[in-house]
């Protein structure tokens, strides 16, 4: 694993978009998996203001979600459908084609999280997942205590991830579905490359554990340990409990320009 410690969310959006556009350059129509949240949205940011520059040809990218929330309308304005067309799909330019999602509203729940597993599949596979991370070391909504070894399928949110995405909701706790669909973490960690991004101080304990800790699933993301190419970027806050931040910082310094992300 290793560990990028930048200054600040715009450092670490700004090298997490370098390295979608490195793999854009490599395979134009890589498939993106993207996450939702406040913390991704500085590289959706520096990716789109590449796009519009011409650094970066996103024509032919195709972007797929990590997760959806069940029950909510269609069209629903925080649905994870809805906020990727809305934050992703749309500023890359991209077309309604180019999107891959779970279907949150099908009646047949169990159904539709085997044919979205299986959808990624048959796309090719996920070449860069963009994931977040909990306050409790959740990635996707895989809480802890999930199957290091879980597909594709439904969760029941903990009172505490409902407590920290109110704040989408207006701040109702009411308001935040008790049930989601998400990509297991045996489904993610199929993917080519992980990029973790997590920024502020109340990632810390997460991040270190993640990071340092053993792998264990009341620590969903420490399966990152077991992926032969996961990257985790934090900024100073959320890197302010890893006891080895001076090994990763010499490291990367060291790493060669052309080996990338």
């Known amino acids: 694993m290793e560990v990028v410690i930048v200054p600040d969310a715009a450092a670490g959006g700004e090298i997490v978009a370098q390295a979608v556009a490195a793999l854009l350059s490599r395979k134009p129509d890589a498939l993106l998996g993207v996450a939702t949240g406040s913390t991704p949205l500085p590289v959706y940011q520096a990716l789109a203001a590449k796009v519009r520059s011409g650094a970066v040809d996103a024509s032919r990218a195709r972007v797929c979600q990590l997760d959806e929330y069940v029950g909510l309308p269609a069209g629903h304005p925080e649905s994870y459908r809805s906020v990727v067309l809305r934050e992703v799909v749309e500023p890359l330019g991209l077309s309604a084609g180019s999107f891959m999602g779970p ?14 597993d299986a959808a990624l599949s048959a796309a090719g596979g996920v070449d860069l997942q963009l994931l977040g991370i909990g306050t409790d070391g ?4 895989n809480e802890p205590c999930s199957s290091l070894a879980s597909r594709t399928r439904i969760k029941t949110l903990t009172d505490q991830t409902r407590v920290d995405n109110a704040r989408f909701f207006g701040g109702d706790i009411e308001q935040v579905p008790h049930h989601v669909i998400t990509q ?18 109340g990632k810390a304990d997460a991040v270190a554990q993640t990071v340092e800790g053993p792998v264990a699933a009341v620590v969903p993301a420490s399966a990152l340990q077991l992926h032969q190419h996961a990257t985790v970027v934090v900024d100073e806050a959320a890197a302010s409990k890893l006891k080895l931040a001076p090994y990763f910082r010499a490291t990367y310094a060291a790493k060669p320009a052309w080996q990338g992300l």
């Open 103 to 116: 279907d949150g509203s099908a009646e047949d729940i169990l159904a539709a999280c085997a044919a979205y």
């Open 138 to 141: 959740h990635i996707g909504f």
């Open 184 to 201: 297991g973490i045996g489904t993610i960690l199929e993917a080519r490359h992980l990029v973790l991004l997590a920024t502020g101080e």
